[in-house]
């Protein structure tokens, strides 16, 4: 930005003359002076006064430059618009014919033909004064009158220092307005002259001039609407111009310098939107004057470059708010940064192909001369040559393409000497005698022109001396002026005309009146002189390059590229992408800076975003410059790495950069490093697509595709080393696609000389001891010998119970110290059957397991357990040989959730979490006992994991695992009940009827533990009184019956039958139960019953295991139904439909308890310590449980039968039938009675019954029987009409004796 | 209008087949190919069927002008398979009617291509017919 230079930066100000010396501080104490530019002029002489000039208006005449060089910066500090000269108000009274004559003469000066400057007379009143103002007042209108002055030209004022504010406001107003009068008027004129004048559409050329004018104009008096409408116009005249009538690059630098100036305004007016609209307008008008992709094109790109960054830069001091919200990319502060850099990147790669092209040239040039002028663009846009950097460049562009070179389509001269003269001069400003002269004239202030102009000696001194004087040029014809027709001695910006269509003759004019200057005569600029304008255009070509060679590219690029980068993280549009591309290209701009280490920090950062994305292409540009850095860096490792992953064939890298590339990678790992093993923090991937890493091979091999839970899946994995030399590895991670393999048991590694593939020893690979740890796992230097085979055998072993499939297998084998790791992995595709791990039911298993580590783990514990009890468990460890003492044994339990587990001495509860135990050491030959309790609350089986692990200090080594099943129960009995009938006692029968009035309870015991159970008491305890227990009795059926005491073989027994009815009962009745004594099968029948006789209490049956013993109970029940059951909704005696249902034909009860009370005497053989504990739990155990229900049936209707039993022939037999009906309601019954041989009887065949509820009905049928002997019954049947049920009898045939009758 | 550059880029982002007029600055456009893709993902979720902002019309695959640069203009198109076709033009004037028109006949040429019972699926296009397509597609043939 401060390049910029600075009369096209900031907006001019009114410059206000002030002639002479005076001491005049105190008048410009008004704030508001700030807003103007003051200009010390010695004496009125100074003043500049434009050139008289012949002005011939044509229709052809055109510019030869469209803007003049020191126009801007005349207008800006030499031309004042008003000037001021201060008396002493006692003057007006002492020497007014004085101040007349100056006043007059000031006038006179002020007035000149085409210019009207302004003047203000100030009389400065002093303190002490006597005169009174209304004197002086007086005065100052005589003069005024007398000179007659015009108040729009000039003014007297009376400041009085008295009141220095007011006056010194008072004097602000008079110079303001007269200074926007001046400018007013100025820009008036011009435009008066070129619509009177000229052609708009023949002659855009002064159009664009004008305008341009009249915008500085308007500008400098504050009114920034018109100003932008004059550049408008301005700018638009500049498009018409034939784009090869002048030189492109100056319309496109005046074009420049407009857009900027309207952006300026824009942005002054806080129209940021219109800014970026002229902005967007202008570079899309500019493409047209530039043909893109031309190296040559060096300063189109400069241009290119600092328009963008200029822009950028004046947008980013805007104040953020007014920017905050970015929805379109052209409001983006980055992007333009961004461009420029893009720009800045071509003009680097310019400036190369310009500097080789011209390399000889280049190279015997006098360089020494462009040293102090490091930078170009500095000397561009020096203050004295801002505009003209298009002059310079295009001189440069002139010489180096003529193919470009314009064609004038006013028929100019056609010589490009002619065309350029314009600039020419400007150029020759440069030379030494020319700003002797100017200097002489130009304000002393301007200290950056005589710097330029005295490097600029340096460079022109030996070329520029035929030409230096010829500065002004003029034709006969046209006017190569100002547009005004004139232009301005003292600025020395001497116009060269030129233009003279038939010949190239020059004339020599003098330029203007020579009073002071010592002008230096023109010289003739003709066609000998064309070689000279040559040379000095190759020579500002080679400064122009020189600079560009001086110029830190790289460093613009980066500082561009990083500012572009800071705005797009921070502005809201989308831009992860963009920002990846800028970091790339900064970290180019960093290598190429030779400043590696940061440059392959950035590579190292922004390759991972390539490489995630599949942008291979990038990604190989990437890994190209990395490969570098580390060469560079002599990071070999990083160069490796670089290097590997160059070689991978989706990168893209040609086959023979490849071999390259490859060569130098082995030349590496071949040189003896510090260690004599390789250790590059390689990460390479081993997979398909990466031939290269043939040179560490990995294969993975499983035993079995399928595997059970807790079962150990064995995979051998083996690496090959094709290396030079040996790698030293110190990790090996596996993983599955679950983390189900926690544990790993691994045989340690063998290394396997090969032969072409390698051949694996399977004997060896089976020796050698395991080590039990988890994945991952290090080995301490393990090194992979160069072509050996090394075998790693893994047993996995899975931790939980779920059915997975492995999908891929990871394996990572790494060196931690290095950082050497290499990732390979296994898919199911490569893998010939897929492994699937299956959970199966844990199958039971062995108490003792043989360890590798010669100790023995032994379970015992008695079978089974009582619930609410301590269940032992005695675990021993037995160390046949070692004394193992470096470690812990753990023991674990798993899956009792069922029961808790308790320590032995504390009898703390060991948690689902602490649920270990351990001990240090094992003594050879010696065991160690552990004894746990287990309390299980409730009944059931269930499984005891127990894992007895080595823990040292590496981690987990060795384990263990048994399973062992623990049942609990509540009694040692197994129940059964059934009920019966009759004396099958197979069958079982739930249903009972309830006409027969009794059935059988049949309880079954069957023993289920070893020890003896001997049962004192069984009773059963009715229910309500449901009914009555008639007779019980018991049978014990052990295999060979050892029950000698019960020789009944039905086992029954009556109620109230006290003795033995068979002689060898033993069942006393004890209430509404029965109580039980069975000797023991090792005493004596004789014994057993003298003891029954003597003491039935004491004694009890006895059951041991597998044994079945039954009783059995006759139970008569009569209050099964309740009065309630039979009862009627609705008391109706007529049968209802609805009601239908009620009656009660059945009922599920359990008819009661039964209470068996046992006890368990025979000792336990077990160890001493728990023993005791044991047997101290022999306790009467009584145990209570319900009958399983019993359903009763009862009938609504009954029928019986009363018939004689023996008959004769011919008399007859009077059979009756009892129909019963039970209940309340009526019931039809339908009677059949069927034909037969054998009787005679009477009456109907068919008939319908009714029954009243709960009545009885007799029917009595006579038979007459025709035959003797064994006959039977005439069938009669009677069906119920509601159900149509046969009502049957419990005798299915009736047969009656007929004797023969008396004869 | 000129076409300068014309690239079809994966489902996974990943570059499918890049033309570029001028090889010179083949890693300029590639850079360009590569922003772009910002835009999509800016793009995408306006046009989503699950989006319930979705002005466009969902059916319309092209996304018309995504981005400008100093020197061109891009252009990109989605396709339903989530293909991503971006067209670079300089930067003159153009209906965006003739770019869709474009990069529909670009779209029937890649499906062709997919088409193909050779092709696999998200690798490179190396098919000589395609590039000729492409060549007669933007007048170079």
Redesign the interface.
Known sequence: MEIYPKELREHPKPLIGIIGNNDIEEVFQHTEFHKLNFLHLKEIEELPLPKRKNILPSDNYHLPGLIKAKWLKKHRDYIPSVLINFFSANDLINNEKRITDEITKIKQKTKTKTRMYKFVIVFLQETNNTLTNETKEEKLNQIKKRIEIDSKQGNLFLFSLKEKKMSSQKLFTIINDLSERFYREEGRRVKKNYSDIYSKKAQPDLFTRGNFKCGFYSEARGDYKNALKYFNRSYKNLLEIPKRGFGLLEIRMIGFVLCFKMISLQLSLKNIGEAIFIFKQY??NS?AYVQ??NKGELENLII?WYQ?KLFAEMLEKIPKTSLSKKTN??ESIGFYYH?AA??SLERKNSSKFLIQKYQKEFSNCDLDSFNKNNNMIDFFFNIDNSIFLCQIIWRVRNNEDKQLEPKSTFKLNTSNTELSSDYESENDNNNPESNSNRNMNINNNDHDNKKTNNTNNKVNNNTNKKTNTSDKVNNNGNDDDDDDGHDDEHSNVEDNNKNDRNSNLVLIKENGKKKKKNRQTISLRNKSDKSTIIHNSTQNLFCFLYSEQQFNHSKEIIDLFTRAYKCYSQEA??????I??IS?RIAIAYFQQNEFQFAKLLFTLISKHFRK???W??LL?ILIYSLECGNQLDDYNYFANCALELCIPKIGLPLESRIIIQDKLFKMISEPKKNNYFKPPIKFLMTKDFPLYDLIDCTIQFTEPTVYFNTPLISKFSLISHLPKAISLDQIQILFNLPVYDRVIMKSPINIPTKGKGTQNEEELKSKEYIITKSPFYFPNLILQPNKLTVFTFQWIASSAKKIVVKAVRVICGNKESGLCFEWVKFPKSINSPIYLKTFPSRPTTQILQLPANITIDIESPQPGLINEYFPILIKLNSNQDHIKNGNFLIYFKNHEKGEIYHQNTKDLLSKKKNKIFFKEIHPYNTINQVLFIKSPITGSFQLLIYVIYEHKLGYSQISKTEYNIKFSKPFLKQYIYHSLSKDLSKDETTVLLDKQFFFLNLGLISKTPIPININQIDLILFDNIGKILSKSFNSKSGESKLSTNNNQNNFFKLNDNENENGNGNVIEHGNGIEMEIENENENNEENESKNNDDNYKKSISIKQGEKCEVFFLINPYKVFGPDDNKLKNSKILPNKKEKKIFQTSKKVSIGDIKIQMIRTNPIKFYSYYTDYWKKKNFAFELTFKTSPVEFVRRKVTMDIDYPSNGIVGHPITCAYYLHNHSDRLQKIWLKVEQSEFFLYSGFNYSELVLLPRAIRKLIYIFIPKKCGKLPFPKIQFFQKETSQLLKESRKNYHIFVSPSKK | MKIVSIAILGK????LY?YVS?EE?K??F??II??S???F??KVPLISPLSKKSTQNQNDMYLGHL?????YKVYGYLTNTNYKLVCIID?SEIKEQEMKTLLNNLHTILVDTICNPFYITDEPITSKTFHLKILDLIGKK
Not at chain 1, 573 to 578: A, D
Not at chain 2, 12 to 15: G, L
Request: charged share 35%; hydrophobic share 20%.
């Open positions: 570079t899309n493409k893109r992709g290119s963008y990319y052209w461009a893009n720009y549009i989308s831009s992860e992408r963009l990846h591309s790339t994305q599949k942008w292409n990038e540009k | 996974k982002n990943n570059p890049v001028n600055n890693r300029k590639e850079y590569h922003t893709l910002d835009f993902e800016e981005f400008p640069t100093e020197d930067d």
